[in-house]
């Protein structure tokens, strides 16, 4: 159980575009989606932290017009990366705290993005 | 906010030794210490947690304990095998009853090699 996807799985894009990231909770209700981003030999660096409903709380420093955080479901956030430019380029994971779990202060990842732009 | 520092940054150890990672954490109000192994290019792993009701947990080749007091926790890894290889991060969080958020605070991890 406890279960978290993240798609796709890889993508390369081009300067300029746009890339969105999807995070589903597979078996469990999400009250709280977290992502994060972490560059070569680097931790994780948290991103932001949305709950369903309501608007996503971004951590110094990151752009939130650059990065849409939509998390409209109880099991689906998103991701997306507006006007990506090559310093994107970089793994992002999703993290996902749920109800209804035995361990509901666990986090639990999903597998991460790894985002190219050329 | 919280502050999460993680030594030695590099751990090299012989297949069978024990391999210790320490972390220390500055907000008192922490109770949750989770501990994760990533290789790369993957998920980080949970391996062992730690809350702040007790000291010390077990599981198998891998200990956590943790001193509220001088706000520090330790990973320690027992008969270390070469598949042991991979990043280790520590993390602190606030967690329970009436806690919205429970972000993690992560350290910057210990690259851990176990030599065959």
């Known amino acids: 159980g406890a279960v978290v996807s993240q798609h796709p799985s890889w993508v390369i894009c081009k300067s300029g575009t746009s890339v969105k990231i999807e995070c589903r909770s597979l078996d469990f209700q999400a009250t709280t989606m977290f992502w994060y981003r972490q560059f070569p030999k680097q931790s994780l660096m948290l991103m932001a932290t949305s709950n369903e409903g309501s608007k996503a709380t971004y951590e110094q420093g990151v752009e939130k017009d650059k990065f849409l955080i939509n998390h409209a479901s109880l099991t689906l956030s998103t991701l997306t990366v507006t006007s990506a430019h090559p310093e994107d380029s970089s793994f992002y994971i999703c993290?996902?705290?749920?109800?209804?779990?035995?361990?509901?202060?666990?986090?639990?990842f999903g597998p991460g993005t790894r985002l190219t732009v050329t | 906010g919280e502050n999460v520092e993680q030594h030695p940054s590099t751990l090299s150890v012989q297949e069978g030794d024990s391999a210790v990672i320490k972390c220390t954490y500055s907000?008192?109000?922490?109770?949750?210490f989770p501990w994760y192994k990533q290789e790369l290019g993957k998920r980080p792993q949970l391996i062992i947690d730690i809350r702040s009701n007790v000291g010390e947990k077990k599981d198998q080749r891998i200990a956590v304990t943790l001193n509220k007091t001088a706000k520090h926790f330790s990973l320690h890894i027992t008969e270390t095998q070469p598949e042991d290889s991979a990043v280790y991060f520590c993390?602190?969080?606030?967690?329970?009853?009436?806690?919205?958020?429970?972000?993690?605070?992560f350290g910057r991890g210990t690259q851990l090699t176990v030599w065959p």
């Open positions: 993290s996902a705290r749920g109800i209804g779990l035995a361990r509901n202060y666990e986090q639990y």
């Open positions: 993390a602190a969080s606030t967690s329970g009853r009436g806690s919205t958020l429970g972000r993690l605070y």
């Open positions: 907000d008192s109000a922490s109770n949750y």
